[in-house]
T-cell receptor, first 110, second 113 residues
Framework: KNQVEQSPQSLIILEGKNCTLQCNYTVSPFSNLRWYKQDTGRGPVSLTIMTFSENTKSNGRYTATLDADTKQSSLHITASQLSDSASYICVVRFGNQFYFGTGTSLTVIP | EADIYQTPRYLVIGTGKKITLECSQTMGHDKMYWYQQDPGMELHLIHYSYGVNSTEKGDLSSESTVSRIRTEHFPLTLESARPSHTSQYLC????????????FGEGSWLTVV
């Protein structure tokens, strides 16, 4: 069983709308949790990073939250843009091991 | 911006050919990784290295091999390519600090016909 599960698997939203992506993990304890954005055919790019003691981290229109008690993280995208269309990957690090989620494919339509 | 580079970006080769995917980083990172990712699927670790002359197999069985003769260079080689090797290969690196980001290359798309 994958130790990092993401939902939804795919999502389509209208430009300008907000959305929230979910990440549930079983890796415990962990060093940090990251959200990556991966454009089609490109390598993933880091959006946010949080340690287990942090609850929220923002990067422009992206805000990540972390609940270490329930082992859940979410990525909230505000005022979506067409360029937000990509896969979003949750990655949990424990020491030198990286555990990747299956990703959420987001499509923003005009 | 990440200083990690992969070549080639796209390659189509015939079955049975030998291919080496190059990966170089200029950040002085000790730890480097190769991931395989099919379209729309998750990343799978196939090889990793924690420093020069250190290489290990990852979680996903792979017929490829790697070498780490220099810190900045981590090439991946397929001795005899097969259609089942068609995939995207992503190289990544990070330093030893657990607070630091893992940086990815742009990826190499390999098609074996």
């Amino acid at each position: 069983k994958n130790q990092v599960e993401q939902s939804p698997q795919s999502l389509i939203i209208l430009e300008g709308k907000n959305c929230t992506l979910q990440c549930n993990y079983t890796v415990s304890p962990f060093s940090n949790l990251r959200w990556y954005k991966q454009d089609t055919g490109r390598g993933p790019v880091s959006l946010t990073i949080m340690t287990f003691s942090e609850n929220t981290k923002s990067n422009g229109r992206y805000t990540a939250t972390l609940d270490a008690d329930t082992k859940q993280s979410s990525l909230h995208i505000t005022a979506s843009q067409l360029s937000d269309s990509a896969s979003y990957i949750c990655v949990v690090r424990f020491g030198n091991q990286f555990y990747f989620g299956t990703g959420t494919s987001l499509t923003v339509i005009p | 911006e990440a200083d990690i580079y992969q070549t080639p970006r796209y390659l189509v080769i015939g079955t049975g050919k030998k291919i080496t995917l190059e990966c170089s980083q200029t950040m002085g990172h000790d730890k480097m990784y190769w991931y395989q990712q099919d379209p729309g699927m998750e990343l799978h670790l196939i090889h990793y290295s924690y420093g020069v002359n250190s290489t290990e197999k990852g979680d996903l069985s792979s017929e490829s091999t790697v070498s780490r003769i220099r810190t900045e260079h981590f090439p991946l080689t397929l001795e005899s390519a097969r259609p089942s090797h068609t995939s995207q290969y992503l190289c990544a690196s990070t330093d030893g600090d657990v607070g630091n980001t893992i940086y990815f290359g742009e990826g190499s798309w390999l098609t074996v016909v």
